[in-house]
């Protein structure tokens, strides 16, 4: 199959890519990241050849052979960016959203109310949307009370890509985003775009970090929302992440996934309402 490279206006084939090498990247990635890429063979060949051919690779074979034997981050890096898809909007799944407004941040900010101190964690959160949409929602309940408590959640991605664009917070917007918040939670800019007043952007502290890796923060979370990030795992994968989340989150705690997501039977969260457990 032939795609039309609209920049060059000529035609483009995707390089091949043999068994071996395929099964060699995708073991490689899936050990890694925990991304299964065992069925996405044309989507590896799609996204990369165009990338590999300007980088000078003249075949699947010398990028793999590097990237394997080098560990190179930058290549690392651009093959992750291209293999995922960090595809995510204002209010996403609002039903959601609002069983967190409603039911979660009540509970959580009553159980503060000494320290004044919430922990919440955005596991793979893409390009901002997801922690600051969280933020609004926090800033809004708490209202002028908000300067007295610390609502800093932690924000992670394993995409250098997604991260630098939710540094900058600058968003088309939906025609979902409620009227104050766009005036009292965004600025415009050119374009018909807008950023993200710096009081939110500061709430966030993102961070990047693979979900692989062994949970290690300073502390546990009283809510860690990992939504449309599973879906890119095998059932073995999502069982130890969600393990991992379980022993990060504080008695009582809460995980939010998506609602095309499920936990297995035997997790050891309980499940609240669609897509909503608690420890």
Same mark, same amino acid.
């Given at each position: 199959m032939t795609k039309t490279d609209k920049g060059e206006g000529t035609a483009f084939s995707p390089m091949s890519i043999s068994d071996a090498d395929f099964n060699r990247l995708v073991r490689f990635i899936q050990s890694n990241y925990g991304i299964d890429l065992n069925q996405k063979r044309? /989507?590896? =060949?799609?996204? $990369? #050849? #165009?990338t590999l051919k300007q980088k000078g690779y003249k075949s699947f074979a010398d990028f793999v052979n590097h990237v394997l034997n080098t560990k190179d981050q930058d *290549?690392? %890096? $651009? !093959? !992750?960016?291209? $293999? =995922? %898809?960090?595809? %995510?909007f204002f209010m996403r799944e609002k039903e959601h959203l609002d069983y967190f407004c409603n039911n979660i941040i009540p509970d959580i900010v009553r159980r503060h109310q000494r320290d004044k101190t919430l922990a919440i964690w955005s596991a793979g959160c893409s390009t901002g *949307? *997801? @922690?600051?949409?969280?933020?609004?929602? !926090?800033?809004?309940?708490l209202g002028p009370q908000a300067g007295q408590w610390d =609502?800093? $959640?932690l924000a %992670?991605? &394993? #995409?250098n890509r997604a991260m630098t664009a939710a540094k900058k917070g &600058?968003? *088309? /917007?939906?025609d979902t985003i409620p009227p104050d918040w766009k005036r009292k939670y965004f600025t415009p800019v050119s374009g018909g775009?807008?950023?993200?007043?710096p009081k939110v952007r500061?709430?966030?502290?993102?961070? @990047?970090f693979n979900l692989m890796d062994p949970i290690r923060f300073r502390r546990k979370f009283d809510v860690i929302f990992c939504r449309n990030v599973m879906i890119y795992f095998d059932q073995p994968t999502k069982d130890a992440l969600v393990k991992r989340f379980y022993d990060y989150t504080v008695p009582g705690g809460y995980l939010l996934i998506s609602k095309s997501e499920n936990l297995s039977t035997d997790t050891p969260y309980r499940r609240l309402a669609p897509s909503t457990f608690q420890k």
């Open positions: 044309q /989507l590896i =060949t799609g996204r $990369l #050849s #165009s *290549e690392i %890096t $651009l !093959l !992750l960016d291209k $293999l =995922t %898809t960090n595809y %995510t *949307e *997801e @922690p600051y949409n969280i933020t609004m929602f !926090l800033f809004d309940y =609502t800093r $959640l %992670t991605d &394993i #995409s &600058i968003y *088309e /917007l939906p775009q807008y950023q993200v007043v500061d709430n966030v502290i993102f961070q @990047p």
